[in-house]
């Protein structure tokens, strides 16, 4: 990723934040369908409705907008795994890891080309260090949900758990995106993912049955 990554000038107003937003917007406009070569700044003002140099008044380059608007989709796509997570009537560390898998995939499957482009895109121009920081955020966020289980075997190092579990999401869905030129039927995926996900925490734990395991602690060493 190129150093210039940063916007020149964060928002603090709703007009601002408005126009910033516009400009993320059409950025991902132009993305999806352009492609990232073709994609330049005098284009990006022109789907955003602003003009050149109100747009490097926000942004230094496409590279700074880019990264951004990446940065956006993900945490905003974290903030609705946390809810679901949170929101699970039932409590449970098999019921959490299901909700995570089914927010991810409701996003996905609500804006597929966006996701698509996206995630190359986080591919090309992110830096080891930054894609890392993302995914322990995404990890931090599931660890700190799955701590309220009920069922939660004492003991259990919570962060090694919550990054297999989400390892195993992020690597079917992000591979399933960004492979396939067709979507998968929905439900068959859900299906999938969750039963893969559930394994891979199920055998964490210690289980041999992963299908119809009850969770037994893991305990640190």
């Known amino acids: 990723m190129t150093k210039s990554i940063k916007p020149r000038r964060k928002p603090s107003q709703s007009r601002a934040w408005m126009t910033a937003s516009a400009i993320q917007d059409a950025f991902l406009i132009s993305l999806v369908e352009n492609g990232y070569e073709r994609v330049s700044m005098r284009d990006i003002a022109n789907v955003a409705g602003v ?25 905003s796509l974290a903030s609705d795994i946390e809810a679901a997570v949170g929101a699970v009537a ?6 959490m ?4 898998v089914a927010a991810d995939l409701e996003r996905m499957y609500q804006a597929p080309e966006q996701w698509r482009v996206l995630l190359l895109l986080e591919r090309r121009i992110t830096e080891p260090a930054v894609y890392q920081e993302m995914f322990q955020y995404f990890v ?28 195993t999401m992020n690597g079917i869905i992000r591979d399933t995106m960004q492979v396939l030129d ?6 068959m995926l859900l299906r999938v993912v969750q039963g ?14 992963t299908v119809s395991a009850q969770v037994r ?4 060493r």
Do not use: C
């Open 182 to 187: 067709v979507m998968p039927d929905r439900d």
């Open 140 to 167: 931090g966020k599931l660890a700190d949900g799955f701590s309220a289980a009920e069922d939660l075997p004492p003991d259990v190092d919570l962060r090694p758990l919550a990054f297999v579990a989400f390892s």
């Open 90 to 95: 039932s409590q449970t560390l098999r019921g």
């Open 51 to 75: 003009g050149l140099g109100t747009l490097y008044l926000y942004f230094p380059n496409k590279e700074s907008i880019a990264a951004v608007t990446l940065r956006g989709w993900l945490r």
């Open 217 to 220: 602690p893991l305990r640190r």
């Open 196 to 209: 893969a996900v559930w394994g891979s925490i199920a055998s964490m734990l210690g289980h041999e049955n």
């Open 97 to 100: 890891a299901d909700a995570m």
